[in-house]
C-alpha cells in the first residue's frame, strides 16, 4: 500500500486539529482552574501541544527548544516559585474573579473576531509551498545546532550548575520549618 501525498496532508490536518484542541482545552483549563498546580500543569500541557505543532511543521530544533526551555526550565521555576511562597496548596476561592466575566468573555470574543477577520483577509489567496526534499532544513538545523552546542556546551553546563545551586539555596533558605 503506498501512500499518497493527499493523505499525508489529511492526516497532518487531522493531527493538527486534535493537538490544537488539546491545547484549547489546557488554555481553559489554566484560566478557569481554581488549583495553581493544576493550572500549571495544564499549561505544561499547552506547551507541549506547541512543541507537536512544530514537528508537524518539520521544525525539530524548534520544538525541542520548546520543551527544554519553557517545558524543562520556565515550568520547573514557576513550580519552585509557587512552593517557595508557600502559596496556598488546593483549591483558592480567592483565584476566581467571577465579576470578570461578564466583561472578560464579550472582549474575549471581539479579539477573536477581529483576529480572523484580519488573518483570513490578508492571506485568503496565498497557498503554502511545499518543497520536495526537507534536506535544506535538515542541514540548516544541524548548522544551528553545531554553532550552538560546539562551543558554548560547557558554558550551559556550567549555568545549569549555577541554577541548581541558586535552587536548591533558596529551598534552604525559605524553608526553615
Same mark, same amino acid.
Given at each position: ?54 514537528? #508537524? ?6 520544538? &525541542? ?11 520547573? #521555576? ?5 512552593? @517557595? ?13 467571577? /465579576? ?5 468573555? $464579550? &472582549? ?20 503554502? &509551498?511545499?518543497?520536495? /526534499? ?19 556546551? #560547557? $558554558? ?6 549555577? @541554577? @541548581? ?13
Amino acid at each position: 500500500m503506498m501512500l499518497l501525498a493527499s493523505d499525508i496532508e489529511v492526516a497532518q490536518n487531522v493531527g493538527f486539529g486534535i493537538i490544537a484542541t488539546i491545547m484549547v482545552l489546557g488554555a481553559l483549563n489554566v484560566v478557569r482552574s481554581s488549583n495553581v498546580v493544576h493550572a500549571a500543569l495544564s499549561l505544561v500541557a499547552v506547551m507541549a501541544g506547541a512543541a507537536a505543532q512544530y514537528l #508537524l511543521l518539520s521544525a525539530e530544533f524548534v520544538a &525541542v527548544t520548546q520543551v527544554l526551555v519553557y517545558i524543562g526550565a520556565v515550568m520547573v #521555576l514557576f513550580l519552585f516559585g509557587v512552593m @517557595l511562597t508557600r502559596a496556598k496548596l488546593g483549591k483558592d476561592v480567592d483565584l476566581n474573579n467571577d /465579576k470578570g466575566w461578564a466583561v472578560g468573555a $464579550p &472582549v474575549a470574543l471581539l479579539l477573536l473576531g477581529v483576529m480572523s477577520y484580519v488573518l483570513i483577509k490578508g492571506f485568503e489567496d496565498d497557498k503554502i &509551498v511545499v518543497s520536495g /526534499k526537507g534536506n535544506a532544513s535538515a542541514a540548516a538545523n544541524r548548522a544551528l545546532s553545531d554553532a550552538i552546542f560546539s562551543s558554548y556546551a #560547557l $558554558p550551559f553546563w556550567a549555568l545549569s550548575f549555577v @541554577l @541548581l545551586a541558586a535552587v536548591i539555596g533558596a529551598i534552604v533558605l525559605a524553608r526553615k520549618d
